[in-house]
Structure formats: structure tokens, C-alpha cells
């Protein structure tokens, strides 16, 4: 069945990069995504990558998809304190926006 | 342009009690996707309606239950509600593509 798995806690200092890692299961995954959930706020789509592509950078985030190990980071460079938040990998089998199946997310926090 | 409403945004209810919540999606858009967010459970998809039909259904029981209407406004409906059923209820629109696709703030339900 279908299945993400991310760790729970990630700790950085401010300014380094921060690297949030998620596995998934389901080989015919097509998309995978990267949300952002602030307290009391509902979720934000950071960013999205075809299960064709390798690599994906935007700005200050890059996102890196090795298909053979199911394996999905999302890398946060000069990370600030307003990246402190939830962070939930997800996939989908198509680009509808519909079913997607979310991580239980990861939960970044920033030290000074 | 106004984002997802939802409403209300916080919700006590009685176990028995059935509740209905309202998604208002983005001017535009036909698909309204809804998710149940709980601690234990994380995410997890519930129904997606597009023009007025569902689309994709989650492995939710039949107490939930929801409809859309001509102006892609949503509901969705929990009937003999049980203490489980408490949990941050979020309701995504889109025009039918995942980078279109933007959460409300969520409707926090408490069944007592």
C-alpha cells in the first residue's frame, strides 16, 4: 500500500541549511511534494518534482528525488527563523490535486 | 483574488451530534479536495468533489459524507460523531492541477 515516512524532529542552527528527508513506497508515485504547515495555519505547497526528474531548485530550496531508493529531500539553504514549521513530503499518482497521500510530517525548528 | 474559507473555524460538538462544514473555494476553481488532520493519524485524504460529482474517495467510513454545489462551494458532513472525529478538518481548491492548488485555514472540530 501506500506509505511516507519522514522523521518527526529536525533542529538547526540559523543561517545553515536544513535537510528534511522522506521515503515513500508506491513505485508508480508520479508526483511528489513538499508542504509547509505554520501554527495555526493550513498548509502551503512549497514546491513539486515528476517522478522523471532528479533535481529541483527554487530559490532557496532544492529538492532531490532518488527513484531507485524511493528516497525525497528537501534542502533548505540559509535557513531563517521563519522556516521554523511543519514540513509534510506527499505523493500522488497524477497532477489532479486530488488523493494525495501526505508524510507525518516533520517538524523543523531553528536555534540561534 | 480570496483565498479558501472555511467555516466555522472552531468547532465543539457532543458525541451522537452531527456537524457540517463549509469550504468557500478560491473564485474559479472546481475542485475542493477535504482532509482529516489528527496527531495520531497525520493527514489523511477524505473525499475530492469536482463540478458537483466525487471524484476520488479516501478509506473514511460512510458517517462522512459530502456534497458540492453549482458555485463549487463544499460540505462535508460527519454524522454520529465520536471522539476520534476530533481533529483540524482542511479543505483544498484547485482548478484541477497541483500547483494550482491552495488549503484553507481549516475548521478545528472538538467532539466532547
Known amino acids: 500500500g501506500e506509505d511516507v515516512e519522514q522523521s518527526l524532529f529536525l533542529s538547526v542552527r540559523e543561517g545553515d541549511s536544513s535537510v528534511i528527508n522522506c521515503t515513500y513506497t508506491?513505485?508508480?508515485?508520479?508526483?511528489l511534494y513538499w508542504y509547509k504547515q505554520e501554527p495555526g495555519a493550513g498548509l502551503q505547497l512549497l514546491t513539486y518534482?515528476?517522478?522523471?526528474?532528479d533535481m529541483k531548485q527554487d530559490q532557496r530550496l532544492t529538492v532531490l528525488l532518488n527513484k531507485k531508493d524511493k528516497h525525497l529531500s528537501l534542502r533548505i539553504a540559509d535557513t531563517q527563523t521563519g522556516d521554523s514549521a511543519i514540513y509534510f513530503c506527499?505523493?500522488?499518482?497524477?497532477?489532479?490535486?486530488?488523493?494525495?497521500?501526505f508524510g507525518s510530517g516533520t517538524r523543523l525548528s531553528i536555534r540561534p | 483574488k480570496a483565498g479558501v474559507t472555511q467555516t466555522p473555524r472552531y468547532l465543539i460538538k457532543t458525541r451522537g451530534q452531527q456537524v457540517t462544514l463549509s469550504c468557500s473555494p478560491i473564485?474559479?476553481?472546481?475542485?475542493v479536495s477535504w482532509y482529516q488532520q489528527t496527531p495520531g493519524q497525520g493527514l489523511q485524504f477524505l473525499f475530492e468533489?469536482?463540478?458537483?460529482?466525487?471524484?476520488n474517495k479516501g478509506n473514511f467510513p460512510g458517517r462522512f459524507s459530502g456534497r458540492q454545489f453549482s458555485n463549487s462551494r463544499s460540505e462535508m458532513n460527519v454524522s454520529t460523531l465520536e471522539l476520534g472525529d476530533s481533529a483540524l478538518y482542511l479543505c483544498?481548491?484547485?482548478?484541477?492541477?497541483?500547483?494550482?492548488?491552495?488549503f484553507g485555514p481549516g475548521t478545528r472540530l472538538t467532539v466532547l
Open positions: 468533489y469536482f463540478s458537483e460529482t466525487q471524484r
Open positions: 518534482i515528476f517522478s522523471n526528474m
Open positions: 473564485s474559479g476553481h472546481r475542485s
Open positions: 506527499a505523493e500522488s499518482m497524477d497532477s489532479s490535486a486530488s488523493k494525495i497521500i
Open positions: 508506491d513505485s508508480s508515485s508520479t508526483y
Open positions: 483544498a481548491s484547485s482548478l484541477g492541477q497541483i500547483n494550482e492548488q491552495f
